[in-house]
């Protein structure tokens, strides 16, 4: 076997390789993408050793929380792209689209009986590492879980990070040799063809192959919520490429500058296609290091935890990486480190104290769900990033901020803001359900942060954001025009799922 980056992989189990199987396996659940996957290129080099077909198995589930029609049209865009590099390269691909919720079970089991060994993605939120465990202790074959989120392994690192700081420290010290372990850019490009995968008939049947173009698929009669509609955002690879091209040629030089400005003018755009595996952080530092002729020996000796100068780039490169691989990475590392992520027990302890000490101060507006959902507040430019939340399913990092640190400010406890936050990012962004939406929505309430003074009425030592003060700081005339109005959407739901 080629060496493979140790901290990567990991077994699900004890079984070794049957060599009686008559194909390798890939489960593509998280890493939706053929370019800079470690966790194809992995599958592919079993494939190799044992002398066997790969077969790649890309499901989509009706029945996880939040399924709507705008997720489904992002992911089924990934899956044309798939099939298409797939097909470029002879591998057996089948990408599945369950009808109705439980429809799927059993599919990925059928699958298994045949095969010598199954690899599948390791990711560390969501309903995924519940699936996938379910699974590989049901199976009796090899199956190998493939971490492809982030540069750094999240394996590489054994404790959990309270402060960003300590954790870019962590990075400057550790994240060097990672770099010399880039996954092939072309996985795809090193599988020798091996004979031809003949499904059995039964599983053909019974979880038939997306016959239609994914493109041409109407979503109605999927039961799934059709009132959060599709966006104009195209999914898959090759929007995603096709957007960092443009960052790199247009947008990468003002980074510092533009990065704040609320139109989403100034920043990659790509959070929704990492969030989905559309693309991946070692495409973008491999695209975006080239661009600056950066190697490895620019990296600065000492770590000092510092935001600039580390990486030896230039400004807006430094300020890119940060959040692509500082604050990224740093959300992976919580969802790894802790179950409890989601939790509001998993808050810091001086802020739960505060957040306490608070809870019963008078709230001068207090909304329900409904109020939110509809953005129908009393302040105008919070209706407006929940509209173009609602509406486009993207927000900007800046108006996000104040659009949690309000949810917090007029809700009846901190506890109950946290699921209204939760569930409105999950419900809408097309970027939700990841480590980031939970790094995002709990800085909001403290996590990664430190007190700030003066102690205020419910925010407590909480830091506090105010949307007179992000008017006076933002360009928001333009915003406010654009997202004025109606959402336009059938019905909001009225109560928080449990
Ligand atoms: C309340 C709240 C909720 C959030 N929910 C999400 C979410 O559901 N999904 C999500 O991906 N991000 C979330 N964020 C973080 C941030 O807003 C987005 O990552 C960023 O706006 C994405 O835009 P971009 O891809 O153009 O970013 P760019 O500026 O181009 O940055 C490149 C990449 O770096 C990462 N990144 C950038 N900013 C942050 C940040 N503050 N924290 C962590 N990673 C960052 C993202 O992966 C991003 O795609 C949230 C922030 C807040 C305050």
């Keep these: ?132 465990g379910r699974f590989s202790r049901t199976i009796e074959k090899k199956c190998e879980l493939v971490d492809s989120n982030g540069l750094l392994p999240v394996a590489a690192a054994t404790k959990c990070f309270a402060r960003a700081f300590d954790f870019r420290r962590f990075l400057q010290k550790h994240l060097k040799p990672h770099l010399l372990e880039f996954p092939d850019a072309e996985p795809l490009s090193t599988y020798d063809p091996q004979s031809a995968i003949s499904l059995d008939p039964q599983i053909l049947k019974r979880w038939p192959q997306l016959a239609q173009d994914p493109g041409e698929i109407s979503l109605k009669e999927f039961p799934i919520d059709h009132s959060v509609a599709t966006t104009s955002t195209a999914g898959g690879s090759a929007a995603a490429e096709s957007l960092l091209h443009t960052f790199l040629g247009e947008r990468l030089e003002h980074y510092v500058s533009r990065r704040n400005l609320p139109e989403d003018s100034g920043t990659t755009g790509l959070s929704p296609y990492l969030h989905f595996g559309h693309i991946s952080t070692h495409e973008i530092f491999h695209r975006v290091t080239e661009c600056g002729h950066w190697q490895i020996q620019h990296l600065a000796e000492t770590a000092t935890g510092g935001r600039n ?28 480190q802790r179950s409890d992520y989601a939790r509001y027990r998993s808050l810091p302890a001086w802020a739960q104290q505060t957040l306490g000490e608070h809870a019963k101060d008078p709230r001068p507006f207090c909304y329900e769900l409904a109020e939110f959902d509809g953005a129908t507040t009393h ?83 909480i830091r506090y954001m105010s949307s007179e003060n992000t008017a006076r700081k933002l360009p928001l005339r333009g915003y406010l025009e654009k997202w004025q109005g109606e959402i336009s959407l059938s019905h909001h739901q009225l109560t928080l799922p449990e």
Aim: charged letters at 25%; one cysteine or more; aromatic letters at 14%.
């Design 309 to 336: 100068g580390w990486w030896g780039c230039d400004e807006n490169t430094e300020a890119l990486l940060d959040q692509l691989i500082t604050w990224r990475e740093l959300g992976f590392n919580m969802c790894h």
């Design 379 to 461: 302040d105008p430019l919070w209706n407006a990033i929940q509209r173009q939340l609602v509406n486009s399913g993207r927000v900007h990092n800046y108006l996000r901020m104040l659009w949690g640190k309000k949810i917090l400010e007029w809700s009846s406890s901190p506890q109950r803001a946290l699921r209204i936050m939760i569930h409105l990012n999950n419900k809408y962004a097309l970027d939700g359900r990841d480590p980031n939406s939970y790094s995002g929505i709990f800085w909001t309430l403290g996590r990664y942060d430190r007190a700030w003074g003066p102690e205020r009425p419910i925010f407590g030592k």
């Design 1 to 132: 076997m080629r060496a493979f980056p140790s901290f990567r992989v990991r077994d699900a189990n004890r079984y070794d390789a049957d060599p009686q199987g008559e194909y390798v396996l890939y489960w593509m659940i998280a890493s939706r993408r053929t370019r800079f996957n470690f966790g194809l290129q992995r599958a592919i080099d079993w494939a190799r050793v044992l002398a066997k077909p790969l077969l790649v198995i890309e499901p989509l589930s009706c029945n996880y929380r939040w399924a709507c029609d705008r997720f489904h049209r992002f992911i089924l865009d990934g899956m044309i792209d798939n099939h298409r590099n797939f097909a470029r390269h002879n591998i057996a691909y089948h990408s599945y689209l369950e009808p109705h919720g439980g429809a799927g079970d059993g599919l990925i089991g059928a699958l298994t009986k045949r095969a010598a060994v199954v690899v599948t993605d390791d990711y560390p939120t969501f309903f995924l590492p519940r699936i996938v």
